[in-house]
């Protein structure tokens, strides 16, 4: 067998499969994420698509990179600690680099978490945090260029590439989107049912009103005729 064996740097290979799972899958998250913001598309139903769409890649990239940094602790080449990987800016291996990919890490997992307890800290607050998704992006590309061995190859950069230029797109839209033009909230189907009761209830009372003033009414004519 001429060449290196891959079993000799299997975590590694395991780490970097994950890297990249984890960055297409937060990429296609923020492209959802920034298309329902900008009201996109606009038809019936897609909203509640995209945003199933949108937590499980989400997810998805969560879990992904999580594999991408516990798998590195068994690469024989870094021979990373556990505090390496976990405090930013500590690992030997382009320390600034890698240290941005594992804040990235902490941002997409406390984002991502948020979603989960948005009732409990306001959706107005949650939205705003939420914001931050794209910085998860951009940290995440710096880190892929800055310290992965793939950032050359032009698998990679067709990737970044494919992904990078709607991220970019709908993310200058959102934000020179005039106030006026901002996709509104539509009402919740719950508000719009509790209406629609009151307003049954109403016309019921009314009717119910009606038939008493009816024999009220005619005794009051029968008398008067007499």
Not at 35 to 62: C, D, F, V, Y
Not at 96 to 116: I, P, Q, R
Not at 157 to 179: D, E, M, N, S, Y
């Amino acid at each position: 067998m001429t060449g290196p064996n891959p079993l000799d740097y299997g975590w590694w290979l395991a780490s970097r499969s994950a890297g990249i799972v984890a960055l297409a899958a937060v990429s296609i998250s923020v492209i959802i994420g920034l298309m329902m913001a900008n009201g996109l598309p606009r038809r019936p139903g897609a909203k509640r698509q995209l945003l199933a769409l949108h937590e499980s890649t989400a997810l998805a990239g969560l879990v992904a990179i999580a594999v991408h940094g516990l798998t590195l602790l068994g690469d024989a080449f870094l021979h990373p600690t556990l505090q390496s990987i976990a405090i930013p800016f500590t690992l030997s291996y382009r320390p600034a680099f890698t240290g941005l990919g594992v804040v990235a890490g902490y941002l997409a997992a406390f984002l991502g978490l948020t979603f989960y307890a948005r009732r409990r800290i306001g959706a107005k607050l949650w939205r705003k945090l939420h914001r931050a998704t794209v910085a998860v992006w951009a940290l995440a590309v710096i880190h892929t260029l800055g310290s992965g061995t793939d950032a050359s190859q032009p698998w990679m950069q067709a990737i970044l590439l494919i992904t990078g230029v709607p991220i970019v797109a709908l993310f200058v839209r959102r934000v020179l989107a005039k106030p006026g033009t901002r996709r509104t909230p539509a009402p919740r189907p719950a508000t719009d049912e509790r209406a629609a009761a009151a307003r049954r209830l109403a016309a019921a009372q009314e009717r119910a009103a009606r038939r008493r003033e009816r024999p009220r009414v005619a005794a009051a004519t029968s008398e008067a005729g007499r």
